[in-house]
């Protein structure tokens, strides 16, 4: 069945520091990749996402590229805030109209001034 | 944006009663909805899928007479967890698709904290 492995944290950096957390699926088909965030006391948002292989999804100075051939989306951003504190979760919709989602076990992300 | 609702955001009960979760996508129909349930330091997991008009598809391990779900309208689902136990104290999330932006991004709920004692 489909998998996600997430880089289990916490993770903490100082603020401006380059950030990569890591992600590595399994599925069959043609999956398409998500990175969701959790902000303290609220739900999780959509932060980007890809559809097919090479695709980058970005947002927010946050990027990450749909790897087919090393099976990873790994989510970058080269200079993080404060606000960017958050738990981050990777996750895999199974494409082909099924809405599913399977999510990695996320990651706590700390920025310190 | 699409924004989802869930009510209540927290609830404390008894063991043996029942509970009722409301998610609500306030600004658009959605004919699909999904309830999670996140355990402490770990993933989501899916629990059901809730289409509107018709029951619920579960997840394996998931028992569909305790977990009672209803999605009786366009912009409401509810999750009733039915002779509650402490070992189903957890944090329910409940996600939406708004189908004019894509079937492929869900939207999802702040979370109901159950706690059963």
């Known amino acids: 069945g489909n998998s996600v492995t997430q880089m289990e944290g916490p993770v903490t950096l100082s603020e401006e520091a380059f950030l990569t957390i890591n992600c590595t699926y399994t599925?069959?088909?043609?999956?398409?990749l998500f990175w969701y965030v959790q902000y303290p006391g609220e739900g999780l948002q959509l932060l980007l996402k890809?559809?097919?292989?090479?695709d980058k999804g970005s947002n927010k100075g946050f990027e990450a590229t749909y790897r087919k051939e090393t099976t990873s989306f790994h989510l970058e951003k080269g200079s993080v805030q404060v606000s960017d504190s958050a738990v981050y979760f990777c996750?895999?919709?199974?494409?082909?109209?099924?809405?599913?989602?399977?999510f990695g076990t996320g990651t706590r992300l700390t920025i310190i001034p | 944006g699409a924004v989802v609702s869930q009510h209540p955001s927290r609830v404390i009960c008894k063991s043996g009663t029942s509970v009722k979760i409301e998610c609500r996508s306030l600004?658009?129909?959605?004919?699909?909805m999904f309830w999670y349930r996140q355990f402490p330091k770990k993933s989501l997991m899916l629990m059901a899928t809730?289409?509107?008009?018709?029951?619920?598809?579960?997840e394996q391990g998931v028992e569909k007479d305790k977990f009672l779900i209803n999605h009786a309208s366009l912009t409401l689902s509810t999750l009733t967890v039915t002779s509650a136990h402490p070992e189903d104290s957890s944090f329910y999330i409940c996600?939406?698709?708004?189908?004019?932006?894509?079937?492929?991004?869900?939207?999802f709920g702040p979370g109901t904290r159950l706690t059963v004692l």
């Open positions: 599925a069959t088909g043609y999956p398409s």
């Open positions: 890809a559809t097919k292989a090479d």
């Open positions: 996750a895999l919709g199974a494409g082909l109209g099924n809405e599913k989602l399977t």
């Open positions: 600004d658009f129909q959605a004919t699909t």
């Open positions: 996600s939406a698709i708004e189908p004019a932006l894509g079937s492929d991004t869900q939207y």
């Open positions: 809730s289409n509107e008009g018709s029951k619920a598809t579960y």
